[in-house]
Structure formats: structure tokens, C-alpha cells
């Protein structure tokens, strides 16, 4: 107990924290427009297969001349774009096409496991066992900020992270501004609410829909490749993400479809997530008490807000539904 709120547990909490962060974000884009995609669980495998295929293959291209920093940049871009692929094809499905979203959502999930699983296998075979990235690309994913991460105690809480957790947190505030913020983003919100009205007030309801929902596809594909890349070091590791992309979706109710408690709902859930590397209880006899800890606590929560009959805590009025311009 003495470790447990250590600046190391801290430190673990956050980097546990941030692909959880960047799923719920990407889905709470996604359901200010009306659509509810299940899909974020697939979404992350490709983003995550997609950003490790990326640096992979252009330091095989580029050889010894090979940049770290380039390499975080493709695997970043790939991410972002393949698992906005994904998004993409639930869009058609489920707003030109009008297909269930949640039967949709949940196709895309399948796909998308298996989409990654295929593919990451299919690229360590083809490399003669496992795919890894260079160690100078790998450094990159688990530094910090220079000079600024070697301060005593500050350093260590706010400087020594890779630059995903810091453009997770970047997108948590642009995001929370756009939303509340700007005339696109209350356009947006509106959407969500009530897409006859805005329809009625000149607002491109179908535009909306497909951009919200295949950027905020991307955002939740750089949490996949989070996780490949910087907490399995550039591996390819089989069902990997195991799960994370279920805890956004829940995350997105316990926050509230707010991107500050967002983030303030990924730290929670990523301290809960390293819990039993910093609790002796039980020994090795507990362990798999902890591994289910953030999955029950995920339940609670749902309870919790369905409880809680508050407006500010329900979701947008005409989430997961299609919308028939001719019906308004």
C-alpha cells in the first residue's frame, strides 16, 4: 500500500490511461453526431496494425538512414487514416445506407479483430517470425520531453512521457472547446440532438455525421497504436488490445460525452488497469481479481449513470438512430 500512490504508480496510471483516452474521444465525437459505432474495439486493431505496418516497412525502405521521428510520424498518419477507413464504411452502412448501427458497430468490431490479427500475423511471418520496429524508433515512443523530464518530482509526473499522451491530452482540449465552444461544434451537437431541426436551420445533417464520425474513427485508432507501439515496444502481439476499446465505450457514459472528464475517467481507469503491480494483496493467488477489476468497475459505472436520471448525464436525444430527411 505504501507504493500505491507513488509517483510511479502515477506515472503508470497515465501511460495506462492514454489509449483509453484516445477511444472514449474519438467515440464521444462519434455520438455528438447521432451515431452510436460499437465499433472502437476494431477500430483500435487497425490503427494499431496499421501504425506499426507504417514505420515497419519505411525503415525497411529507408534502411540505416532511417528516422525515429519519421517513423513515429508514418505510424501516426497510417493509424489515424486506416482505422478512419473503418469509421468510413460503418458511415456508408449506417447513414447513406441506414443500416443498424449497432448490429453495424458491432460487424465492425469482428472485422477489425480479425483484420489486425490477420495482418500483424501475416507481416511476421513474411519477416520471418515477429515484426519489430528499430530501437531508435522505440525511443521515441518511450521518451519523455528532454531536459524537461530530468527535473526532480515534476519531471518525472508531467515530463517523462511519450508524445502520444501529450497529444491525447491536446485533442481532450481542442476537442472540449470546439464542442462547447464553436458555431461547427454546437452545429454538430445539434446534429446529435435533433437533425430535423438543424436540417430545417440549413445545417448539412449527412456532412456532419460522416466527418464526426470518421475523425473520431481515426482519434480511436491512434489509442491501438498506443498500444502497439509504446506499450508492446513495436511488437505485433495477437488480440492485443484486449478489450480496451469496450472500456472507452463505457468510459464515453462515465464521462458523460465530456472530453475534460474524459480525461479524468482514462487516468481512473488506467490506475485500475496497473493495479496489481502495485498491490501485494493476495499474491500471485489475486492477480486475476485485479486483471477483472476495470471491467467490474466498467459495470458500475454503467449502473451508476443509468441511475442517475440527470440531463446533463443522458446522451444525445437522437443517438443511434438514422436519420429520413422525408420524416422531418
Same mark, same amino acid.
Given at each position: 500500500?505504501?507504493?500505491?500512490?507513488?509517483?510511479a504508480?502515477?506515472?503508470?496510471?497515465?501511460?495506462?490511461?492514454?489509449?483509453?483516452?484516445?477511444?472514449?474521444?474519438?467515440?464521444?465525437?462519434?455520438e455528438?453526431?447521432?451515431?452510436?459505432?460499437?465499433?472502437?474495439?476494431?477500430m483500435m =486493431?487497425?490503427?494499431?496494425?496499421?501504425?506499426?505496418?507504417g514505420?515497419?516497412?519505411?525503415?525497411q525502405m529507408?534502411?540505416?538512414?532511417?528516422?525515429?521521428? %519519421?517513423?513515429?510520424? +508514418?505510424?501516426t498518419?497510417?493509424?489515424f487514416?486506416?482505422?478512419? $477507413?473503418?469509421?468510413?464504411?460503418?458511415?456508408?452502412?449506417?447513414? %447513406?445506407l441506414?443500416?443498424?448501427?449497432?448490429v453495424?458497430?458491432?460487424?465492425?468490431?469482428i $472485422?477489425?479483430t480479425?483484420?489486425?490479427?490477420?495482418v500483424?500475423e501475416?507481416?511476421?511471418?513474411?519477416?520471418?517470425?515477429?515484426?519489430?520496429?528499430?530501437?531508435?524508433?522505440?525511443?521515441? $515512443?518511450?521518451?519523455? +520531453?528532454?531536459?524537461?523530464?530530468?527535473?526532480?518530482?515534476?519531471?518525472?509526473?508531467?515530463?517523462? =512521457?511519450?508524445?502520444?499522451? *501529450?497529444?491525447?491530452?491536446?485533442?481532450?482540449?481542442?476537442?472540449?472547446?470546439?464542442?462547447n465552444?464553436?458555431?461547427?461544434?454546437l452545429?454538430?451537437?445539434?446534429?446529435?440532438?435533433?437533425?430535423? %431541426?438543424?436540417?430545417?436551420?440549413?445545417?448539412?445533417? %449527412?456532412a456532419y455525421r =460522416?466527418?464526426? @464520425?470518421?475523425?473520431?474513427?481515426?482519434?480511436s485508432?491512434?489509442?491501438g497504436? *498506443?498500444?502497439?507501439?509504446?506499450?508492446?515496444q513495436?511488437?505485433?502481439?495477437?488480440?492485443?488490445?484486449?478489450?480496451?476499446?469496450? +472500456?472507452?465505450?463505457?468510459l464515453?457514459?462515465f464521462?458523460?460525452?465530456?472530453?475534460a472528464?474524459?480525461?479524468?475517467?482514462s487516468?481512473?481507469?488506467?490506475g485500475?488497469?496497473?493495479?496489481?503491480?502495485y498491490?501485494n494483496w493476495?499474491?500471485?493467488?489475486?492477480?486475476?481479481i485485479y486483471?477483472?477489476v476495470? =471491467?467490474?468497475? @466498467?459495470?458500475?459505472?454503467?449502473?451508476?449513470?443509468?441511475?442517475?436520471?440527470?440531463?446533463?448525464?443522458?446522451p444525445?436525444?437522437?443517438?443511434?438512430?438514422? *436519420?429520413f430527411?422525408?420524416?422531418?
Amino acid at each position: 500500500m505504501s507504493n500505491l500512490f507513488s509517483i510511479a504508480f502515477v506515472m503508470a496510471a497515465v501511460a495506462a490511461g492514454a489509449p483509453l483516452l484516445f477511444g472514449t474521444l474519438g467515440e464521444i465525437l462519434t455520438e455528438k453526431s447521432g451515431n452510436l459505432n460499437l465499433g472502437v474495439e476494431g477500430m483500435m =486493431y487497425m490503427g494499431g496494425v496499421a501504425g506499426l505496418a507504417g514505420a515497419y516497412y519505411y525503415e525497411q525502405m529507408a534502411g540505416p538512414a532511417a528516422s525515429g521521428v %519519421t517513423a513515429a510520424v +508514418i505510424a501516426t498518419v497510417c493509424a489515424f487514416l486506416c482505422a478512419a $477507413f473503418g469509421a468510413l464504411l460503418y458511415s456508408v452502412l449506417t447513414i %447513406t445506407l441506414r443500416a443498424n448501427q449497432n448490429v453495424t458497430g458491432l460487424a465492425l468490431t469482428i $472485422f477489425g479483430t480479425g483484420f489486425g490479427n490477420l495482418v500483424g500475423e501475416a507481416m511476421g511471418n513474411a519477416a520471418g517470425g515477429f515484426v519489430a520496429v528499430s530501437q531508435s524508433t522505440k525511443s521515441v $515512443f518511450n521518451g519523455g +520531453i528532454p531536459v524537461l523530464q530530468d527535473l526532480p518530482v515534476v519531471g518525472k509526473l508531467l515530463f517523462s =512521457y511519450n508524445y502520444l499522451v *501529450y497529444l491525447a491530452v491536446l485533442v481532450a482540449v481542442v476537442l472540449s472547446l470546439f464542442l462547447n465552444h464553436s458555431r461547427l461544434g454546437l452545429n454538430l451537437r445539434s446534429v446529435g440532438e435533433n437533425p430535423g %431541426t438543424a436540417d430545417a436551420a440549413g445545417i448539412n445533417v %449527412t456532412a456532419y455525421r =460522416y466527418l464526426a @464520425t470518421c475523425i473520431g474513427g481515426g482519434i480511436s485508432g491512434l489509442g491501438g497504436m *498506443y498500444i502497439v507501439m509504446a506499450q508492446q515496444q513495436g511488437v505485433w502481439v495477437h488480440n492485443c488490445i484486449a478489450g480496451k476499446g469496450w +472500456i472507452a465505450v463505457a468510459l464515453v457514459i462515465f464521462a458523460t460525452w465530456s472530453p475534460a472528464r474524459a480525461l479524468a475517467g482514462s487516468l481512473v481507469f488506467g490506475g485500475l488497469s496497473v493495479l496489481r503491480l502495485y498491490m501485494n494483496w493476495g499474491g500471485n493467488r489475486l492477480a486475476p481479481i485485479y486483471d477483472i477489476v476495470p =471491467y467490474i468497475a @466498467t459495470v458500475v459505472v454503467l449502473i451508476a449513470v443509468s441511475i442517475r436520471q440527470r440531463r446533463e448525464s443522458q446522451p444525445p436525444a437522437n443517438l443511434g438512430n438514422a *436519420y429520413f430527411r422525408e420524416e422531418r
